[in-house]
């Protein structure tokens, strides 16, 4: 299949293109589009052949639901039941923006876009383009992110065009992701609503509405979760090629012990990668240093990340070792997808 890539700039041109866009989806196709947080691969959500074009696209299990995108308020009633009046609430404080909200499915929405559940998730994108392709398109647009099964979500239309160019009928490019991290995931079904995926919208702000949220500590073993609750987290995710470790405890010690490991891994004739910060990149002696930005700026940790693993598998980077990042605010997300990319390969330095 040829994939047309189109950039959208923000000016005049967009709007014939992203017609364009929302009548291949409309008719059964598949479009990559930008978001705040990550690119996603949209198809008509109300189709179940579309939702299983995005699985073949992927190459992802068809068991592994979609989220839909929505582009106006009222679209909400359409495809859930039991909106609970807190929804509202969060929808008005938090939409258009990276909050992704689960409630129980309208008939209206098929099995195959939610994987066989009953519930369905929800999420009002921020993204001026992906809010006009959504539009465009019919009002529902049912979008995982724009990445092969497995690897880290895109966040830039290069990476999309690495893993989809040919598989795909369009590329929307619309720049850089703004935050770099899948939304906050809150499964609305609950009486005491659950975090099933931390993001940008965090359990403290959350809390501010709610009062109470439940899963605040999302960054258990996948083992732990039996079963998950958001099956998407049963996969090993985001994951670079080379292995991941990640080295928490004091500083000092969290560099030298790196150090050590590299110099070893080397001696194995291995190419080396560090995930450090402003205050350490200069400590390391791996093959490939990349600094994630200030300790201190969670916000451009988090819009780095996935450039930064797969970075290393460009750079045929074999061993790779990550410092630890405070695991409060968007420093959840960012240990959360840190520690699946590692395959939860956590030291402990005393
Ligand atoms: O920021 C985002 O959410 C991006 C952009 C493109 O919007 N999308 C995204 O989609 O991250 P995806 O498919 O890569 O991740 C969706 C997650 C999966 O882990 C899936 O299992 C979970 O949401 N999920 C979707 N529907 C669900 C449901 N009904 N119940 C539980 N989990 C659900
Ligand atoms: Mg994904």
Redesign the pocket.
């Known amino acids: 299949m040829n994939t047309r890539i189109v950039t959208v700039a923000g000016g005049p041109a967009d709007g014939k293109n992203i017609r364009e866009a929302g009548d291949i989806i409309k008719a059964g196709g598949l479009v990559a589009f930008p978001?705040e947080?990550?690119?996603?691969?949209g198809g008509d959500a109300l189709s179940a052949a579309s939702a299983a074009r995005i699985y073949e696209a992927k190459g992802r299990p068809s068991d592994?639901?979609?989220?839909i995108?929505i582009c106006r308020m009222e679209d909400l009633q359409k495809i859930a039941e039991t909106i609970p009046q807190t929804a509202y609430t969060l929808a008005r404080e938090f939409w258009p923006g990276?909050l992704?909200m689960?409630f129980r499915?309208a008939d209206c929405v098929p099995m195959e876009t939610?994987?066989g559940?009953d519930?369905?998730?929800v999420?009002m994108?921020a993204h001026e383009t992906a809010l006009a392709l959504i539009e465009a398109a019919g009002g529902f647009v049912a979008?995982?992110?724009?990445?092969l099964s497995g690897r880290p979500?895109p966040t830039a239309a290069r990476y999309v065009i690495e893993d989809m160019n040919g598989r795909i009928d369009m590329i929307l490019d619309g720049g850089e992701s703004e935050f770099g991290?899948?939304?906050t995931?809150l499964?609305m079904t609950e009486k005491i609503p659950v975090i099933?995926?931390p993001?940008y919208i965090t359990a403290s702000m959350l809390k501010e509405i709610l009062g109470e949220v439940a899963g605040e500590g999302a960054m258990s073993l996948p083992e732990e979760q039996e079963p998950p609750?958001?099956?998407?987290?049963r996969y090993r995710h985001y994951a670079p090629k080379g292995s991941l470790t990640i080295v928490e405890g004091k500083e000092e010690r969290v560099v030298s012990y790196i150090n050590e490991q590299i110099e070893q891994e080397k001696a194995k004739g291995r190419k080396t990668g560090v995930i450090g910060t402003d205050q350490t990149a200069g400590l390391y002696h791996a093959d490939s240093i990349k600094n994630a930005g200030s300790r201190n700026e969670e916000r451009t940790i988090a819009r780095q990340l996935y450039r930064i693993l797969r970075e290393f598998d460009e750079e045929g980077v074999s061993s790779i070792y990550s410092e630890a990042f405070d695991a409060t605010g968007v420093g959840q997300a960012i240990m959360n997808r840190l520690l699946k990319a590692a395959g939860y390969r956590i030291i402990t330095l005393k």
């Open positions: 978001t947080t990550v690119y996603g691969l592994n639901p979609l989220i995108h990276s992704t689960i499915k939610t994987g559940l519930t369905v998730a999420r994108p979008a995982p992110s724009a990445n979500s991290l899948e939304s995931i499964d099933l995926r993001g609750r958001a099956p998407g987290m």
